[in-house]
């Protein structure tokens, strides 16, 4: 267990990064393109909630004040919350959805894949289980993109433009907050450079074999580990926390 | 052989309580009613998430979102399983659907109403598939082999939801003034719409004669109805909340209670378009079904280029 200042919000924004990216994709729950894709979707958007509670779970302990798990995820605000800005952007059509999700599969699974030999013990634990599910998911999006890259004029239309929306926030995905290089120091987290590395590796291929491009000049948009949000945060959280809000101190 | 003896052969394993196999011959009344029977179920899944899905992303903690989310995905998976016994009797899933769209077939009216705050996710669950698991405990020995085996899954998961419904009420019910009312709000707009979930009375339930006959459905609409109350009143009184009837009473004699009469008028106007969401639920059906037409065609093109693919190579 890390007494680094930067553990908390490092442990933060790996929940934060699951729970907001597993609340859009539940949106399409009951309301996917068929219904194998819609179970399939949905499974993702379990396991990542899965992952997510977990994590609040143990970082609830880590900050030793007495908040919950549920305190974590439904009472902090739009600049407290850590997750990157792509988890965040509204679900789009299915293209931007597969696209949204398969750049953070292939993020997350190299990352869990570096962080299984933590020296905190209870994150390689919890790495080791989602790089697993992780394994599928990236499994899964990544046919989606060839399918639409390679499939008819209108799939290929729309997932170059999901690409074009959705290129320059990918960067922001590796930015950790500051002090985050005391963790690296102490091997409780993975150092980014080369998790950045490994996920270009995974990626690009993608990418060629679904025909699009990568739009260029390609600004990046950063500042989620600053609690610097997108406009479109703010009423997520309102809806997802609205009864803990509204009903205070209950228990449900 | 003869259709006479071929009839006389299905009755026959009827008798001797035989399920019957998509291969066999079979009654075209028989076929008929099945694929009437299990689409309407089938649809009824898939719209049934809509009610529910409408509270995942405001479930009030992580444990009830987990809950919630696993649970609409079930339904779906249901959803699943018996449109692929309803495709053997061959009709294609394409055509299900598109009846479900047009509104040439049904699904359970009980989705038609709307689920307001989130005292009616437990309440869905206590009574809705409470009143669901009367129906298909029956229907697990029902004569269709593939439908059969598909409720045996389907029950296993139903009662298992049941029990988080119920667990979602036991919260409220013990929880602050404002959940114990947010539940009594609950039980009371739910209670009646679930009583007809078993359909019209049975001197006027137009299928279910052929269906007692040929072993699809082994009891009556009114019967199950009554276990249902038998069952659930006793649940109501231990959350404290009442059930909203005046005439429910218990009867020594029959050794079950006597009920108020379901407002039947009001079953048939939401049975025929008119219930609080139906316009709204078939809609989104709709949409979702419109806006994956892409989705699905891009898979069939890709599909179909690369079988043209593995062949030149």
Redesign the interface.
């Known amino acids: 267990m890390s007494t680094s200042p930067a553990f908390l919000p490092f442990l933060l924004r790996i929940a934060d990064t699951n ?1 907001i990216l597993s ?1 859009r994709l ?2 399409w ?11 399939a979707l ?2 993702i ?2 396991d990542i ?2 992952t ?2 977990s994590i ?1 779970e143990y970082a609830a302990k880590i900050e030793n004040k007495g908040r919950s ?2 305190d974590l ?2 009472l902090r605000n739009e600049r407290q919350f850590l997750n990157p800005l792509i988890c965040e952007l509204p679900k789009g ?2 293209a931007f959805t597969i696209f949204r999700q398969c750049i953070v599969d292939a993020f997350q699974f190299h990352f869990y894949n570096a962080l299984t030999i933590s020296t905190d013990e209870t994150l390689a634990g919890i790495a080791a289980k989602a790089v697993k599910e992780t394994t599928y998911h990236l499994r899964h999006t990544s046919s989606w993109m ?3 890259g ?3 004029e ?2 290929h239309h ?1 997932l170059q433009n999901a690409m074009n929306e959705i290129w320059r926030y990918t960067d922001d995905l590796f930015d950790m907050p500051e002090g985050y290089a005391d963790l690296v120091k102490t091997k409780v987290a993975p150092e980014m450079m080369s998790v950045k590395e490994n996920v270009q590796k995974e990626l690009l291929p993608i990418i060629e074999r679904s025909t699009i491009s990568i739009p260029d000049p390609s600004f990046m948009q950063t500042g989620s580990v600053k609690g610097i949000h997108t406009e479109h945060l703010g009423y997520l959280l309102a ?2 926390q ?3 809000r509204m ?1 205070p101190g ?3 | 052989m003869e259709t006479v003896s071929l009839e006389a052969n299905f009755d026959a394993k009827l008798t001797r309580n035989e399920m019957i196999e998509p291969k066999d011959w079979m009654p075209d009344n028989y076929r008929k009613h099945l694929i009437r029977q299990i689409s309407q179920h089938a649809h009824s899944e ?1 719209v049934g ?2 009610p529910e ?1 409408n509270w ?11 809950v919630l ?2 649970k ?2 079930d339904e ?2 249901h ?2 399983y018996l ?1 692929t016994a309803a495709e053997t009797l061959q009709i294609s899933r394409e055509e299900l659907l598109d009846q479900l769209h047009t509104g040439k077939a049904k699904y359970s009216s009980i989705f038609n109403y709307p689920t307001l705050t ?1 005292a009616d996710i437990g309440a869905v669950g206590w009574l809705v598939d409470g009143a669901a698991i009367m129906n298909q405990v029956m229907l697990q020995r029902t004569s269709y082999g593939p439908y059969a085996r598909a409720m045996v899954r389907i029950c296993k998961e139903e009662s298992f939801h049941q029990r988080q419904g119920y667990e ?1 009420m036991c ?1 409220l019910a013990f ?2 003034q ?2 114990k009312e947010m539940a009594q709000d609950a039980l009371n707009r739910w209670w009646w719409p679930s009583l007809m979930m078993f359909g019209p009375p049975d001197a006027n339930s137009p299928n279910s004669a052929n269906a007692i006959k040929w072993k699809i459905k082994r009891e009556s609409n009114d019967q199950l109805r009554q276990r249902f109350v038998n069952q659930t009143v006793p649940q109501a009184e231990f959350l404290g909340l009442s059930v909203p009837d005046k005439e429910l009473k218990w009867n020594d004699a029959k050794g079950g209670y006597d009920f108020g009469t379901p407002d039947w008028n009001e079953f048939e106007n939401v049975i025929h378009g008119n219930g609080p969401c139906n316009k709204e639920r078939l809609a ?1 059906r709709v ?2 079904h419109d ?9 069939a ?2 599909a179909a ?1 690369k079988k043209g693919m593995d062949k030149a190579a």
């Open positions: 729970l609340q539940s949106e729950t009951g309301h996917g393109p068929f219904l194998e894709e819609d179970l949905t499974n958007a379990l909630l899965g997510s509670r609040y798990e549920d995820a439904f059509d299915y060839e399918r639409f390679c499939g008819t209108e799939s729309r809806e997802m609205y009864m803990q009903y209950s228990r449900w | 898939i998430m809509l899905g995942i992303t405001r479930a009030p903690s992580l444990r009830a979102k987990i989310l696993a609409v995905q779906g998976g959803g699943l449109y989130w979602i919260r929880g602050s404002e959940q989104a949409e979702a806006k994956g037409r892409w989705v699905r065609e891009a898979a093109v890709f280029k």
